[in-house]
């Protein structure tokens, strides 16, 4: 199983980013799928989720509105679109995998991709 992630940078408040979850190794349109972040010092905070066919989707209250996730079974890949980006959301993102089924145990997590947002 190997989750991958990329898309990160540096952004100026304000601006978007595109991350993308390249995953391999399972049956990815089978596993409803999250992105996690980690501030620094801080612990994980989960930020969204969505289902096997991406018909359901859940945000936190932090990014809901301005952070959407969105999935490619085709493609095996997982896709967060950051726009509206704040200082606040300055962190390493994780993709991860559910285990049995959203808001379950996170079973494989990829290497994280930097966001940094900043003037």
């Known amino acids: 199983v190997q989750l991958v992630e990329s898309g990160g940078g540096m952004v100026q408040p304000g601006g978007s980013l595109r991350l993308s979850c390249a995953v391999s190794?399972?049956?990815?349109?089978?596993?409803?799928m999250s992105w996690v972040r980690q501030a620094p010092g801080k612990g994980p905070e989960w930020v969204s989720a969505?289902?096997?066919?991406?018909?359901?989707?859940y945000y936190s209250d932090s990014v809901n509105g301005r952070f959407t996730i969105s999935r490619d079974n085709a493609k095996n890949t997982l896709y967060l679109q950051m726009n509206s980006l704040k200082p606040e959301d300055t962190a390493l993102y994780y993709c991860?995998?559910?285990?049995?089924?959203?808001?379950?145990?996170?079973?494989?997590w990829g290497q994280g991709t930097q966001v940094t947002v900043s003037s």
């Open positions: 190794g399972f049956t990815f349109s089978s596993y409803d």
């Open positions: 969505i289902n096997t066919g991406g018909g359901s989707t």
């Open positions: 991860a995998r559910y285990a049995d089924y959203w808001g379950g145990t996170l079973d494989y």
